[in-house]
C-alpha cells in the first residue's frame, strides 16, 4: 500500500521516512510533501491508500487538506500528526473520517502499529466491497439475461433497477450484439475471450457495454455511440469496427467467431427485441459461413449478397437422379462435378434456410444409401460413417460443413463402389507411394516422378479412376491413419506430425472438415 507523508517540519519528516523499514510490511513511501498544498497535488499523482499529515502547515493546513482530498478521494485514510496544543484540532478532524492521530514526537513503534491497523481496516472493506461488487454483477447477468429473453412484466421497473446497480449502462437507445465461437472452446477460452470483448467493445463505441454469457454465446448490451464515434445506420462503417473485434479473438485465442447485431431499441425494456433480431441475423451464418457479421437490417432489406444460382426444385431433383445414375454406371468423376453443381444450387436458394437445406440433404443421403445397397457396397465402415453424418446433419452450422459432409460421403461411396472394378496400374502404384511417404512433406510432382509420368497425367488419372483429386486423397488418407492415434489418447500435435502436418492447426482444420468434428471432439467420442 502506498503512503504519503506531509510534513512542513523536515527533520521529523526524514525521521519517519528512515524509522519504519517500510516494504518489510508491505507499504511504499511514494511521496513527501512539505505543506498542504503540495501534499494535495502528490495525492493526485500518486494515489496514496494513507496519509500522514501534519495539522499545522503552511499554504494549506491538515485539516484543509483532508477536507479536499475527502472530496474526489473519498477512500483515502489519514493519519495526523499532532502537538499538544493542536490536540483539540486532532479531534475535531475525525468528523472528516480521519482513522487515527499521534501525537508528536511519535515512537516509530506506535506509528507502525496505526498503520497496520489501518491497512487491515482498508484490506477488510476492500474484500467486502469486492464481494458486494462480484453479488452485484451475478445479479445484474441474472436479470439482464432474462430482459434479453422476455418482455417486461407489468409492474416491473427496470430502468430503476438498472440505475440500483450503480451500472453506467443508460436506460434509453440501447442494441444487442450476439458472439458465437464457430467451433467448441474449452471454458478457459470463454473466461478470456469475455475479458477480450469487453476491451475491444468498449474501445470500439467509446460507450458503456455490458458482456454477458448466454448458453454457449456470448451477448453485449451497448449504448448507442455518438454520430461522431459511429453511426449505427451505417453497416460497412459498423462491420469494419467489429472486425477488430473478430480479428482480437482470432489473433490471442485462435478462434473463429461470428457475429449477429440487433437494431436500437428506445427503451431497455424493450432489449429483447433487439437480442431476437441479433439471434435471426446470427442465424444467416449458414448461407455467410464462418467468421461472417450480419446485421439485422440487411435481413429484412435484402442487402445481403448470395452466390446466384437456379432457385428451381425441380432442377436440384433431375441433378440429383443424374448423380445417382452416373454412380451406378461407375461415371465417377462426372457424379462429383455434378456434386458441386448440386451444392452450387443449394448455395444459391438461401429462401430455403437451414432447415430446408437440411431437409433436402437428408433425402440426398438417404439415395446414396439405397444406391449402396443396391450395389452391394454396404461396407461396414461406410455403414456407420453414414449412421454418424445423418446424426451430425441437424448440428452443423454453416452450409459450407454440409457441404463437406455431402462431398465426404459421396466421396467415400465412389472409393467402396471402385474397390469392385481393377484400378489403372499407374494409379495403383501412385497410391503405393502415398501409402509409403504420406507421413512426409510428399507432394504430386515427386509421386509423379516416382511413377515415371508428367504431374498432369497422374493429376488427370487419378480423379478419373478415383473421382477424387491427388491433394483430397493424400488428406483423406492423412485422416484415416490419424483416428486410431487419436482413439489411443496421443497427443494432438504429436499425431499431427506423425501423420504429415507440421502444425497442429492445419492438422486440426483438416480433420474437421473431413470428419465433422474436431481432433479433441473425436478423442472424446472414441
Known amino acids: 500500500m502506498k503512503i504519503l507523508l506531509a510534513e512542513d517540519e523536515i527533520t521529523i519528516r526524514e525521521g519517519i521516512s528512515a524509522a519504519i523499514e517500510w516494504r518489510d510490511y508491505g507499504f511504499e513511501l511514494c511521496g513527501q510533501a512539505g ?73 516509530p513503534e506506535e506509528l507502525l502499529d496505526i498503520l497496520l491497523r489501518t491497512k487491515r481496516k482498508i484490506v477488510k472493506t476492500r474484500e467486502t466491497e469486492h464481494t458486494y461488487n462480484l453479488s452485484m454483477a451475478a445479479v445484474m447477468e441474472v436479470s439482464l439475461g432474462r430482459w434479453l429473453r422476455s418482455p417486461k412484466q407489468p409492474l416491473e421497473k427496470r430502468a430503476d433497477l438498472l440505475a440500483g446497480w450503480n451500472s453506467d449502462l443508460r436506460p434509453t437507445n440501447l442494441f444487442v450484439g450476439v458472439v458465437r465461437f464457430d467451433d467448441q472452446a474449452i471454458e478457459l477460452i470463454r473466461y478470456a475471450a469475455e475479458n477480450i470483448m469487453q476491451e475491444t467493445l468498449e474501445e470500439i463505441y467509446k460507450t458503456p457495454v455490458i458482456v454477458i454469457r448466454q448458453a454457449l454465446d456470448f451477448v453485449w448490451v451497448a449504448n448507442e455511440p455518438s454520430s461522431t464515434r459511429l453511426n449505427l445506420s451505417d453497416n460497412e462503417a459498423h462491420r469494419t469496427k467489429l472486425l477488430g473485434l473478430r480479428d482480437n479473438l482470432d489473433k490471442y485465442l485462435r478462434v473463429s467467431a461470428s457475429i449477429g447485431i440487433g437494431r436500437l431499441v428506445d427503451s431497455v425494456d424493450l432489449l429483447h427485441l433487439s437480442c431476437e433480431q441479433a439471434t435471426e441475423a446470427l442465424g444467416a451464418r449458414f448461407y455467410e459461413g464462418r467468421g461472417s457479421i450480419v446485421f439485422h437490417a440487411e435481413l429484412s432489406e435484402g442487402q445481403l449478397s448470395y452466390p446466384k444460382g437456379l432457385r428451381d426444385d425441380h432442377e436440384m431433383e433431375l441433378l440429383q437422379d443424374d448423380i445417382l445414375l452416373n454412380l451406378r454406371t461407375l461415371k465417377f468423376e462426372e457424379a462429383l462435378d455434378q456434386t458441386e453443381t448440386w451444392l452450387e444450387l443449394l448455395r444459391g436458394n438461401p429462401h430455403f434456410g437451414q432447415s430446408g437445406a437440411n431437409l433436402k440433404t437428408t433425402a440426398f443421403l438417404l439415395e446414396l444409401q439405397k444406391l449402396a445397397q443396391e450395389q452391394d457396397a454396404g461396407a461396414i465402415e461406410w455403414k456407420l460413417r453414414m449412421i454418424d453424418w445423418l446424426q451430425q446433419l441437424p448440428t452443423l452450422e454453416t452450409l459450407e460443413d454440409v457441404a463437406t459432409l455431402v462431398k465426404t460421403l459421396i466421396r467415400s461411396l465412389v472409393a467402396v463402389l471402385r474397390s469392385h472394378a ?35 497425367y497422374l493429376s488427370s488419372l487419378f480423379k478419373q479412376e478415383l473421382g477424387v483429386n491427388f491433394l483430397d486423397y493424400l488428406h483423406q488418407y492423412r485422416i484415416e491413419q490419424a483416428k486410431p492415434l487419436l482413439k489411443r489418447n496421443y497427443k494432438i500435435f504429436a499425431i499431427a506430425k506423425m501423420v504429415g502436418y507440421h502444425e497442429e492447426r492445419h492438422f486440426s482444420a483438416t480433420f474437421k472438415k473431413w470428419t465433422g468434428l474436431t481432433p479433441t471432439q473425436f478423442q472424446k467420442s472414441h
Not at 47 to 57: A, Q, S, Y
Not at 74 to 98: C, M, W
Open 35 to 107: 505543506d498542504g498544498l503540495e501534499a494535495l497535488s502528490l495525492i493526485d499523482r500518486f494515489k496514496p491508500d494513507i496519509v500522514i499529515t501534519d495539522i499545522r502547515m503552511p499554504r494549506m493546513t491538515g485539516l484543509d487538506l483532508i477536507e479536499s482530498a475527502k472530496r474526489t478521494c473519498p477512500q483515502l485514510e489519514f493519519i495526523i500528526l499532532s502537538g499538544h496544543n493542536d490536540f483539540s484540532y486532532a479531534k475535531s478532524a475525525l468528523r472528516f473520517g480521519v482513522n487515527d492521530y499521534l501525537l508528536k514526537p511519535c515512537k
Open 422 to 456: 481393377p484400378i489403372h496400374r499407374t494409379v495403383q502404384a501412385a497410391l503405393d507411394v502415398i501409402h509409403s511417404k504420406y507421413n512426409t512433406n510428399i507432394a504430386l510432382d515427386a509421386v509423379a516422378k516416382e511413377v515415371y509420368v508428367s504431374n498432369t
